[in-house]
């Protein structure tokens, strides 16, 4: 139970004090109107004695009464209706709520924190009006009246004569048949003659006269004067009187029951109309069949009184109580009164009233004892004479339903119960213990179970409050007369003062789970009231336990509002509900959660407190609800019927958030411009961005680097502070730091996820975006006044609405909502503002989704919508750099709702025309671009990155350089071509060309294409059509390339720079054809010329493809050479073939001689050997562009190892010099452009495709390809360990490298003839030519001795001689050959081998470090012939 301001023994006293009538004539109760009081009322405050009071037992022993009061009250002749009772009680607890601002009390158990109010005041004023407002009975006396007060006033004529009709009055009600009403003690009441004088307007001497007289007749022990209504009425009205009076008047007693009508309450009948007002009769169905088969539904049987006139009811207490408090009471008495009244009661209790109980004690106490002498034990002896035996005792049930026993007044039982009462009101509990006990016994014996149900009651506490506790307290005694009086005297009233009794006597000892037990136990259907207040108070039992049952203490709070419920009082029903709603939230009781929130709606709704409403439904909905979809239906009905209720109280409000649908707010996307237009016939629009596309960050970053890329370019090589990279869709991947930047007049559209957690669709109409917006012009730097969304801004942002938007159950889908800035500023998305509704019928029936059939078309809505707006509130990332960041939490902004409005800029549109999807590896195709200015203003610096620049061309900068239109050359070709002379076939076609006409070699990025505008600049409106020649990448597959145009506005802007468009290319490549070059040093050490340098290549030509493509067959029609220093100069097939075809998975060899050049080394040299009928000018557009773009992506792929292995030349310079020269011997610059046509049968039609391959040649002897081979990984080896050198090794030049330093050849006749018989010895002439291969002087040595070593040379070549010099030692300048005359002798016939001198070289700066033979690559036979 709850605590109580009162301790047990204070209320007990209280509840049971000596009652004394008062019967006033009419000029008395005239009087004291004049304070607005009756007599009864004007004494009430001063009832309670101060002092202690003292009187003797019947064995004459002092007994000391502390803390008395008495109970004065006016004579009511007729018994108060139970239909009265129960209204008042009904009041006195609607009447009597929490204090406002009280501070609760909170209570920790477990997990626990709860929140408990830890009084009930309604509880203990329901107790006291309930225990006052008892009626009298005959089984017990300590409702009847011990005394009576006659009050006359002074200024009747003859107030003697007054008091004796008063008194034969008073003789007339207690002794008349005809009165049964009030009950009265003992036959000779106490009878206690007050006369009462004003002050203010009697005379004090007839006063004083009437009094002395009335002490001659009735003696000084039996009379008082009381004066009053000593305050004149002109005196100051600012004086300060105390009113002790209002506390107790607005506790409606029974003893002014007069004002009440005989008002019948059937409690457990009562309706529960809990929406009453202006609600539809289909809400009402959809509110009274929520919980159809939950143990706690909400009745609706019809009764005699509704909540209306409870409403009413307490409306009207609480009326009366505003009056009552507004009237003054006691306005005619001083304080001075105060003390006379509380000195008469003292005077009255000291002189009347406890004399006469004590006197009375001792004659029920000897009529007791002479008495029971005689006729009790004639009685007990007869009975023990005729039965024989102990008369055995019986259990309450085995006893007959005596109740209706009537022993006459006069009977000794009553007389015991009588004095054991009288003992008991004046507190001595011993003596009333003893005769309880002894009349209990007596009861029992007779089986009158009501009078013994009454002794055990009293028995149980008298024994309690004996004073130092002799017994401990029987509460078997109180649980025997509870059942008593419930089950076998039906009488539930005294049953309830039994409950409550011994309910606060089991608290005081801290028996809670007792106590409990007894409170719940009295719970029945006859009375709600009193139900909910017994639940509550066993509630609060659970939870002051040693160890609290918070869940037990939660389930009867449900129980008590559910009960306070019924029986009218929607306050301590909701206050009941809102308490145990602690317990359930949040520990995933969701059914009860909803059971609880949706009654808690209900009762404020009925209550008025419509945001409370309006929150407890809002709780239903969005938590995540296991209901089925009907109860979810109806829940959302409810809560929008509450929720528009509440909205019509303050319409000029701001708008309300709304709970439903959940927005995923971090899921919101902003794209900035306009949508993407679609494909037209051969036009296809650039891919750019679109809403549709997933984010990938790896792109994403591709993307800006690409941005970077050619801001830098712009910027020659610096990126501005101010750079922010382009970012046309923001989302939770995105950076979001900066302030984004949107164009004037472009779209800006917000994606916002919203999810439907219900089982039935949500209708969303009018759904627009919510903005503020500051309008700025960045150019006058003049800042304008905040505009929030209003009707009349539509002329500085548009917006867009979306008129339905239909949610299905437990969808998430995404709404596309834009906005259209018109001015220049800086707007902030707030959110989103719509009408929240449900859809009609929206309840799936066997098991049929009810959103089928509402996907399209227009939602029938069932009336009921709501407006309210949903806040975008979107959290940044989480900071993670400095040490403060990583050791707090700490967020970062994110602005992607916070867009800057700038000024108008170009908008670019580009479309590709004959753009192909499917290409051969290298194969060339033209395709047109449209370049398109859509917007007003014009556009400049346009051009396009990326990474893959080899893969298109826009053509040289000069238009010499670029072909016309294609059908200037046969069967269409890309190429620009000219017809040859069928006598150049095989021989080499000279052309040269600058890297710089083709965008190579200038200094720039090579990714960076100027894209060639005429005028370079595209006009407002405006088109241009380019061509575009593409060349399929080597690598077969899917391929995505990535194009980034950029451009700028004329006019600059300070907050956007440029502007970028998007495309991506997907292009799929299949396998065409793989070359291998080798290129090696002639032996031939002259050409044609004279010169001593020449080269053969050797180039292999595969056909890779396969038949699914269905390309026929390859035709090699062109090789090509592109060298600074070389170019082929014939071709030397031994085949006849003009034309070379190639069949699938064939293969061809092709040989050329290629010679050094002549021309400077800024121009490329271009040699054409053509096969075919044509000359396709390799100098020119697109063969040129593609070569030199695969030249730079080959010279930056070779840069870039080279810089990774630039760390470990940490050598002397000298030695890399050294280094250099050797291995620049082996290294050639050469570069072969394979052109080729395919013939391609596809829809029964013959196609004629085109393409080249490139092979860059860079190292004498070494095999090169078209396309670099894939590396195998290495299977798994053993881990190895290492230590890394401190001093990085020089690199060595290899032997191969070596032996090119010196190209060595001998000049001799293939065969000699010599008479050996005229000469033995035959002499040879041999010419050793040297040639030096490097830029650097070098110093050779020649060794002749040199001799064969293996004895398998010797016999098949022989041996021979050197005569002469065997040893040489020259010194040779850069590119320089020498020719030295050698001699070799020879003594017989055969085939000798002269290839033996050995040749050594070094620099001649250097030791011999260097220094290593050359080798020759074939032996030189010489065949000696005898004549």
């Known amino acids: 139970m709850a605590q109580c301001v009162q301790s047990v023994q204070e209320f007990i006293q209280d509840s049971f004090v000596p009652l004394v009538a008062a019967l006033c004539s009419e000029e008395a109760e005239r009087l004291t109107r004049r304070n607005n009081l009756s007599f009864s009322e004007l004494v009430r405050p001063f009832c309670r004695l101060t002092s202690e009071v003292h009187m003797r037992d019947p064995n004459n022993q002092l007994h000391i009464i502390k803390n008395l009061k008495i109970a004065v009250n006016n004579i009511i002749t007729h018994p108060p209706q139970p239909g009265a009772i129960r209204k008042l009680l009904h009041d006195v607890v609607s009447v009597s709520q929490p204090a406002e601002g009280l501070v609760a009390n909170v209570i920790t158990a477990g997990d626990y924190d709860l929140n408990i109010s830890a009084t009930t005041p309604w509880f203990e004023s329901y107790r006291e009006c309930f225990l006052q407002s008892m009626p009298a009975s005959d089984h017990e006396f300590l409702n009847h009246y011990v005394a009576c007060m006659l009050v006359v006033s002074s200024s009747e004529p003859d107030p003697v004569e007054q008091f004796l009709k008063l008194s034969q009055e008073q003789h007339r009600i207690q002794h008349s048949s005809e009165y049964s009403y009030p009950k009265w003690f003992i036959p000779n009441t106490l009878k206690y003659y007050v006369l009462l004088h004003d002050v203010s307007t009697g005379e004090e001497q007839r006063a004083d006269s009437i009094y002395e007289e009335m002490k001659q007749r009735y003696g000084t022990q039996g009379c008082y004067l009381l004066k009053i209504n000593s305050r004149v009425s002109n005196r100051g009205a600012d004086e300060q009187i105390p009113d002790p009076w209002s506390q107790y008047l607005q506790k409606n007693t029974i003893q002014n029951q007069d004002s009440y009508e005989d008002y019948t309450v059937v409690s457990n009948k009562s309706t529960d109309h809990l929406i009453s007002d202006g609600i539809d009769s289909e809400i009402k169905d959809g509110l009274s069949n929520n919980f159809k088969t939950h143990p706690l539904q909400l009745d609706h049987p019809s009764g005699s009184l509704d909540s209306t006139d409870y409403m009413k009811a307490s409306t009207s207490l609480q009326d009366s109580k505003k009056s009552n408090s507004g009237t003054p009471h006691g306005a005619c008495l001083t304080l001075t009164d105060h003390d006379r009244i509380r000195q008469f009661i003292q005077e009255f209790t000291f002189r009347g009233l406890l004399p006469h109980i004590e006197k009375t004690i001792r004659q029920l106490n000897d009529q007791l004892i002479s008495r029971k002498g005689l006729s009790r034990s004639l009685f007990t002896a007869t009975k023990k004479w005729f039965s024989g035996s102990k008369v055995p005792e019986k259990s309450i049930n085995e006893l007959k339903n005596t109740s209706g026993l009537l022993y006459p007044p006069e009977a000794p039982e009553l007389q015991i119960r009588k004095m054991a009462d009288l003992c008991f009101l004046v507190q001595h509990y011993e003596l009333a213990y003893s005769c309880y006990h002894t ?278 090589g610096t990126i501005p502070s101010n750079f922010q990279p382009t970012q046309f869709c923001l989302n939770r991947y995105s950076d979001n730091s900066k302030f984004p930047l949107a164009v004037i007049e472009e779209p800006i559209t917000v994606e916002v996820s919203f999810r439907n957690p219900l089982k039935v669709p949500l209708l969303l109409t009018d759904l627009s975006l919510l903005w503020k917006f500051q309008p700025k012009d960045f150019s006058a730097k003049h800042d304008g006044e905040t505009k929030e969304q209003g009707t009349c801004d539509e002329d500085m942002v548009g917006t867009e609405a979306i008129a339905e938007f239909l949610i299905n ?147 040289g900068n000069t238009a010499v350089l670029t072909p016309l239109s294609p059908s200037a050359s046969e069967n269409c070709s890309a190429y620009k071509t000219v017809v040859t002379d069928p006598t150049s076939v095989r021989t080499a076609l000279l052309s040269s060309a600058s890297s710089a006409d083709f965008g190579v070699g200038t200094g720039g990025s090579p990714e960076v294409i100027q894209v060639p505008l005429p005028d370079a600049v595209l006009l407002p409106g405006a088109s241009v059509q380019l061509p575009m020649w593409l060349r399929g990448p080597d690598e077969e597959g899917v391929h995505e390339i990535n194009f980034l145009f950029y451009y700028e506005s004329v006019k600059k802007h300070s907050k956007m720079c440029h502007r970028v468009l998007r495309h991506t290319a997907v292009i799929c490549t299949s396998r065409s ?355």
Request: hydrophobic share 35%; glycine share 4%.
């Open 439 to 716: 009349a209990k016994k007596d009861f029992l014996n007779d089986q009158a179970m009501l009078y013994a149900a009454g002794a055990l009651e009293m028995a149980a506490v008298s024994a309690f409050l004996q004073p130092g506790a002799p017994r401990p307290y029987p509460a078997h005694y109180m649980e025997t007369a509870i059942q008593t009086y419930r089950d076998i005297c039906k009488n539930m009233v005294l049953a309830e003062r039994c409950v409550l009794l011994s309910a606060e006597i089991l608290k005081s000892q801290s028996k809670y789970s007792e106590a409990a037990a007894l409170l719940i136990r009295l719970t029945s259907e006859d009375s709600d009231l009193r139900s909910a207040l017994l639940l509550e108070q066993a509630a609060h039992c659970f939870i002051n336990m040693k160890s609290p049952m918070v869940r037990k203490f939660a389930f009867h709070m449900i129980l008590a509002g559910h009960r306070f419920s019924k029986a009218g009082q929607k306050r301590h029903a909701l206050r009941c509900y809102c308490q145990a709603m602690q317990v359930y939230k949040g520990k995933g009781w969701s059914l009860a959660e909803d059971h609880i929130n949706f009654t808690i709606g209900r009762q404020s709704f009925t209550l008025r407190q419509l945001d409370n409403a309006v929150s407890a439904f809002r709780h239903i909905l969005i938590n995540d609800s296991k209901q089925p979809p009907a109860q979810q239906g109806a829940f959302l009905r409810e809560y929008l019927y509450v929720y528009k209720n509440a909205a019509q109280l303050s319409p000029d409000g701001p708008l309300p958030q709304l709970p439903l649908p959940y927005i995923n707010s971090s899921a919101t996307r902003v794209f900035f411009g306009h949508d993407r237009r679609p494909a037209e016939g051969e036009k296809q629009a650039a891919t750019h961005v679109s809403l549709d596309q997933e984010y990938d960050s790896e792109s994403s970053q591709q993307w800006k680097e690409l941005e970077e890329q050619v801001v830098s370019v712009i910027n020659k």
């Open 809 to 955: 159950s437990e969808e998430t889908k995404v709404a596309r909502l834009k906005l259209f800035p018109h001015q220049t500023g800086e707007l902030h998305i707030l959110g989103v503002v719509y009408n929240l509704g449900s859809v009609q019928g929206a309840v799936s029936l066997d098991g049929i989704d009810p959103s089928v059939g509402l996907q399209t078309g227009k939602f029938v809505s069932n009336g009921l919508s709501v407006r309210g707006r949903q806040d975008l509130e979107i959290q940044g990332p989480r900071l993670n750099n400095t040490k403060e960041e990583k050791t707090s939490i700490k967020y970062g902004p994110d602005r992607r709702l916070d867009p800057i409005i700038t000024e108008e800029m170009p908008l670019l549109e580009v479309f590709f025309i004959n753009f192909p999807t499917g290409l051969l590896c290298g194969e060339i195709r033209k395709a047109y671009v449209e370049f398109v200015n859509v917007s007003k203003c014009p556009l400049t610096a346009l051009k396009v990155v990326s990474k893959h620049p080899e893969f298109f061309t826009f053509g």
């Open 1073 to 1427: 054809l793989h070359i291998r070059a080798t290129v090696c040093r002639s032996n031939a050490l002259g050409d044609e010329e004279g010169r001593g340098d020449n080269m053969l290549l050797f180039v292999d030509v595969e056909n890779i493809n396969t038949s699914e493509t269905g390309v026929k067959e390859f035709h090699i029609v062109q090789v090509s050479s592109n060298s600074k220093h070389w170019k082929l100069q014939k071709s030397v097939n031994i085949s006849g073939d003009k034309d070379t075809k190639l069949a699938s998975r064939e293969k061809a060899k092709l040989c050329f001689k290629a010679v050094r050049c002549k021309n400077s080394a800024e121009n490329y040299t271009f040699a054409d050997i053509v096969f075919g009928n044509e000359q396709i000018i390799s100098s020119a557009s697109p063969c040129a562009d593609f070569f030199f773009q695969s030249l730079s992506s080959e010279f930056k792929r070779t840069h870039v190892q080279s810089h990774t292995h630039a760390s470990q030349r940490a050598v002397k310079q000298s030695f890399d010099e050294t280094v250099r020269l050797i291995q620049r011997c082996s290294e050639v610059d050469l570069n072969i452009v394979v052109l080729w046509k395919a013939y391609v049968v596809e829809d029964n039609k013959q196609l004629i495709l085109e393409g080249q391959h490139h092979v860059a040649l860079n190292t004498v002897g070494k095999e090169a390809f078209s396309f670099p081979q894939k590396q195998e990984l290495p299977e798994t080896v053993l881990l190895k360990f290492s230590r890394p050198e401190n001093t990085p090794v020089p690199p060595r030049p290899t032997p191969e490298q070596l032996s090119n330093l010196i190209k060595t050849s001998l000049h001799y006749p293939e065969s000699f003839n010599h008479s050996f018989h005229q000469k033995s010895l035959c002499l040879v002439p041999v010419t050793l030519l040297l040639s030096n291969c490097s830029q650097a002087v070098v110093d050779v040595m020649i060794d002749l001795r040199h001799k064969p070593t293996s004895s398998e040379a010797l016999e098949i070549h022989g041996s021979f001689t050197w005569l002469g010099q065997t040893q040489y030692k020259l010194q040779l300048k850069g590119q320089e050959v020498y020719s030295l005359q050698l001699k070799a002798c020879f003594v017989h016939t055969g085939v000798y081998n002269l290839g033996t001198p050995r040749v050594f070289a070094k620099l001649v700066d250097q030791v011999t470090l260097f220094e290593t033979s050359q080798q020759n690559s074939m032996p030189a036979l010489i065949i000696i012939n005898n004549i």
